[in-house]
């Protein structure tokens, strides 16, 4: 897949705004993305949670919409330096996905359509942390923005919230992902400008 990394220039914030360091407020839902996107019609989406064991968990679209889900109001901070305040989402809690899923897996790789993946700590897609996104702005999310579904873990830098996502595969052992493999932070905590190997 190319790398496609458009730059953005800072902008003056105001004063009762905090965001992380680096970071400037943006209107604005910059679309960044390495290769071309995917379309995947809601009949053929599926998503799976594979087990370090190798058991499956699927759920269809269908099955998907039928779980309780939930609205989130979350602030989104992009390793490119924006940061976009009081986003609105509606989502299912990884930790409804998750609740049967037997593991003793410590990390997550989550793969989307069109092959990107991302790795993370599998703590931080629970307890509230984390979602399967589909709708944004009181809309259906649209391909450009990850749809029709996407991860959402807003406490990290967003290449973490996986678009087109498909599914998670936990593993006992940290896996790096697309951009980690890159170059980019194996965890990515904006409040510490995890952007980069090394930071």
Same mark, same amino acid.
């Given at each position: 897949?190319?790398?496609?990394s458009?730059g953005?220039?800072?902008?003056?914030?105001?004063?009762?705004?905090?965001?992380p360091?680096?970071?400037?407020?943006?209107?604005?839902?910059?679309v960044?993305?390495?290769?071309?996107?995917?379309?995947?019609?809601?009949?053929?989406?599926e998503?799976?949670?594979?087990?370090?064991?190798?058991?499956?968990?699927?759920?269809?679209?269908?099955?998907?919409?039928?779980?309780?889900?939930?609205k989130?109001?979350?602030?989104?901070?992009?390793?490119?330096k924006?940061?976009?305040?009081?986003?609105?989402?509606?989502?299912?809690?990884?930790?409804? #996905? &998750? @609740?049967?899923?037997?593991?003793?897996?410590?990390? %997550?790789?989550v $793969?989307s359509y /069109?092959?990107?993946?991302?790795?993370?700590?599998?703590e931080?897609?629970?307890?509230?942390?984390?979602?399967?996104?589909?709708?944004?702005?009181?809309?259906?999310?649209t391909?450009?923005?990850?749809?029709?579904?996407?991860?959402?873990?807003?406490?990290?830098y967003?290449?973490?919230?996986?678009?087109?996502v498909?599914?998670?595969?936990l #593993? &006992? @052992?940290?896996?790096?992902?697309?951009?980690?493999? %890159?170059?980019? $932070?194996d965890? /990515?905590?904006?409040?510490?400008?995890?952007?980069?190997?090394?930071?």
């Amino acid at each position: 897949m190319p790398i496609v990394s458009p730059g953005f220039t800072g902008r003056r914030q105001s004063p009762d705004v905090q965001l992380p360091p680096g970071q400037y407020l943006t209107e604005d839902f910059p679309v960044l993305t390495a290769g071309p996107t995917p379309r995947v019609p809601t009949d053929r989406w599926e998503f799976t949670v594979s087990t370090e064991a190798g058991q499956k968990h699927t759920w269809s679209w269908q099955q998907l919409m039928e779980l309780p889900a939930e609205k989130i109001t979350t602030d989104i901070h992009c390793v490119t330096k924006w940061s976009k305040l009081r986003t609105r989402w509606k989502g299912v809690s990884l930790d409804v #996905l &998750l @609740e049967e899923v037997e593991t003793a897996a410590d990390f %997550a790789l989550v $793969h989307s359509y /069109g092959g990107y993946t991302t790795n993370l700590p599998l703590e931080d897609l629970l307890d509230g942390q984390a979602w399967i996104a589909y709708r944004y702005d009181d809309e259906d999310l649209t391909p450009e923005h990850g749809g029709p579904a996407r991860l959402l873990v807003p406490h990290l830098y967003f290449w973490k919230s996986a678009k087109w996502v498909r599914g998670i595969q936990l #593993l &006992l @052992e940290d896996e790096p992902g697309f951009w980690e493999t %890159a170059g980019y $932070h194996d965890y /990515g905590d904006p409040w510490r400008e995890q952007r980069y190997q090394g930071d």
